[in-house]
């Protein structure tokens, strides 16, 4: 039998001060970036815009020419970037994000693309270059997807908070959304450090982040609840410390299996989903953390702060019916 | 083997040749998978549209249309009025109504027209306000109508398998259109562009001006205010558009509009559009015409003066439209004006194209990526477990097997974030099977044997798993409520994962442990 981490005992409640100090300076690091570059680095989806990805057939005009074809036509202060393939070749594609002037109604939201695709027909001929995908987002529609990007992430805290709550005690939900809520600004952080792009499916893999990492916590909650009813005169220290440790492998095994399977997609995934991928390997990583290191101290000073250091009951909930019948 | 094996086996295999038909079809070819897995845009390629339907131009027609009604009912009792003007798009203001008659003024307004509210203010004058729900439904109807034709328009253009629907709530003025594998946007956008608001209003004057100012001059620079200038898609002979003048209201819109044909010109032979309206329409058309016999009037499609026929008499329910069109012209017009009744203008929210050559790359990275992954945990749990490594794969497989059976047989479509669901399905699964391994190690090292080690440990697990599931699903739900089209794929293959992994790590993965244990002695250790 191969085994990794049995019989680990590291008190990883005693070294919480350590564990706080890493979380500030994550987050301030973030917030630092975030408040140097004023704003995060928004899709198109989320800014209003168009962003086009265009593939030249042969010959292929660099940066330079793209550029200049473009402010001939009009839309002048685009962005323009080569993509590459996975395996790091270039074939020619490119990403033009158009920088001109968008009048603010909706109507002319279509308007970018067609100053693009108008310009580079004229200056290099049609039919030499090929749009690969275009992405056309009104003004005021951008504003609408953020707002709701922010709630849809709120209220799945709060549905899990509930949930949580409600089958283990309050303090328990709490800290395990409050673990979460960790990882996501985090992330987010980490996404403005690195001027990584925050758009739709970026949100999405945020979301799902808050899944994962809710699951590695209640894993570690489980087995305190199960501790603490055959335990019950060790204190809440110790009991935490134990069940960190019993659930160790586990945790260090799936999240370092999960994460070879996004890392699988950060590498060979493509350069669309680029950027979903990057989330989601922070995140596994940040997830995996704060579930031992963040979620857990914060239950012990909860019961601190009350006064006893007794361990907080959990057995709010009722166990499964089919799990007693066996 | 025990009868409830047995059993269990039976369900396994059963629910797994299902979910191979519900996705391969029989016998099982890459050829049924392609036909039987909907893809999304962003893999198949295509055009994806968010429209929204200014639906304040709906109620302004509604506004407009009581204002000639109660002008028509006032004149009709002898109720002298001095103005009535729209103010807001859901607001009239008349002045100068006689005092003595008041009552009868609010009498017309609540029997005939009870969705307006009436107040008044000094000397005879009122303030109609248009009822909130009234409007909420006028709103509604307004993108229930804009959707059915559009329909009706992208069916007649022969589009394969477009969708079209409301976007988000009943009460949302956003519509997704969806057409698969279609490359040509100018296409598109034409037919959704030419699907536009249509308004019949009389010219004030005889002709057109060659610019807006020459037009504001003829009237000593300000337009009186139940008049505008609208430009033509005539041009002048510098290539600027000519302007026509035309009143505000006594006109009618597409809503009034029933049929709209390619005729020829009695006189000349000539293509002409000959149209019919509704009853409604044809009264107030009939008094319209009746009244402005000689005079121009303006085929207004989107603010923009298509034509001006002279009109040569009165026009009940039929008209015809002549002018010097080509055939083609005529055409064009006449199915503008069938499939351009649309009760409110239309703008573009979102716009994506995805070209089929990005789909096709895009899906060959996220296969690559899966299988990829798909390997790479394989080789960890046969290394790690051993002989239970086989028993995680097996419910691995399964997993993706039902899940995409269940997506097939929901119809939900699979985009690029639903790989990658797919892939984090993967992660997920295994982490059920690691959970409940890690377990009976624990339970063995404890003194147990093999055989109550496995049962402890799935009865304990398996509490520990409905929570983490459930929680994942809150925050899945979430994203499927949120996102739109690429984003819910991921969110419907995410939620589907969760359950059949649920299925497979508890169900699947217990029964293969029994039969394991089944074939041993008692006391006997598993490789694990």
Known sequence: MIELFNGIKVDWIGKRQLFFAISIVLLVIGMISLIQKGKFQYGVDFRGGTTMRVHFNDPVPNVDKIRQ?????????????????????????????????????????????????????????????????????????????????????????????????????????????????????????????????????????????????????????????????????????????????????????????????????????????????????????????????????????????????????????????????? | MSKRIRTRLIVIVVLTLLSVYLFSGFPPSIENMKKRINLGLDLQGGIQLVLRVKTSDAIRAETDQTIESVKTQLQKENITFGEMTRTQDDQITATGVDPSKSADFRRIITEVHPEWDVASSTGGGYTLQLKQAQAATYRQQSVDQAISTISNRINALGVTEPTIQRRGATTSDQILIQFPGVKDPARVEDIIQ??????????DGTGSFPSEEAAKASYGGVLPGDLESLPSIERSADGSPLYYVVHKTGGITGRDLKNAYVSRDPNNGRPAISFSLNSDGAKKFGSITERNVGKLLAIILDNRVQSAPVLHERIYDQGQITGSFTQKDADDLALKLRSGALPASISIDEETIVGASLGADSIKAGVTASLIALAAVLAFVLIYYKA????????????????????????????????????????????????????????????????????????????????????????????????????????????????????????????????VLARKEVGESISI
């Open chain 2, 388 to 515: 239970s490594g086989i028993n995680a794969a097996i419910a691995m497989f399964l997993n993706l097997i039902v899940l995409l059976g269940a997506m097939a047989y929901l119809g939900a479509t699979l985009t690029l974030p639903g790989i990658a669901g797919v892939i984090l399905t993967i992660g997920v699964g295994i982490d059920s099977n690691v959970l409940i391994f890690e377990r009976i190690r624990e339970e063995m090292r404890a003194g147990k044997n093999a055989a109550s080690a496995v049962l402890t440990s799935f009865n304990r697990v398996f509490i520990t798993l409905v929570d983490t599931h459930l929680a994942a699903l809150i925050s899945a739900t979430f994203l499927f409520l949120f996102g739109t089209g690429p984003v819910k794929g991921f969110a419907v293959t995410l939620v589907i994962g969760l359950v059949s992994n649920m299925f497979t790590a508890v169900f699947v993965s217990r029964t293969l442990f029994e039969i």
């Open chain 2, 194 to 203: 030419s699907t536009a608001l249509l308004e019949l209003k009389i010219v």
């Open chain 1, 69 to 326: 074809a473009l402010e001939k036509g009009g839309a002048t202060h685009s962005q323009i970037q080569e993509l590459r393939d996975p395996a790091g070749n270039f074939q020619g594609n490119f990403q033009i994000e158009y920088g001109g002037e968008t009048s603010a109604s909706d109507a002319a939201t279509t308007q970018g693309r067609k100053i693009v695709t108008a310009a580079l027909d004229a200056e290099f001929g049609a039919g030499k270059s090929e749009v690969l995908s275009s992405e056309s987002v009104g003004p005021s529609v951008g504003g609408d997807l953020r707002r709701q990007a922010v709630m849809a992430t709120l209220y799945a805290l709060g549905g899990i908070l509930v949930y949580i709550a409600l089958r283990f005690e309050w303090i328990y939900g709490a800290a395990a959304v409050f673990a979460v809520f960790h990882d996501t600004l985090v992330t987010l952080g980490i996404f403005s450090l690195f001027n990584k792009e925050i758009n739709l499916t970026v949100i999405a893999a945020l979301l799902t982040l808050v899944g994962y990492s809710v699951n590695d916590t209640i894993v570690v909650f489980d087995r305190v609840r199960e501790n603490l009813k055959i335990r019950r005169r060790d204190d809440l220290e110790s009991i935490l410390n134990d069940s960190i440790n019993q659930t160790l492998s586990r945790t260090i095994l799936t999240s370092g299996l999960t994460f070879l399977t996004v890392l699988a997609l950060f590498l060979f995934g493509g350069e669309i989903i680029n950027n979903f991928a990057f989330a989601m390997v922070i995140g596994i990583v940040v997830g995996t953390y704060s579930s031992i290191a963040v979620a857990s101290p914060l239950v012990l000073i909860y019961s601190k702060v009350r006064g006893q250091g007794k361990p907080v009951p959990t057995v709010a909930a009722k166990l499964p019916r089919t799990a007693k019948a066996r």
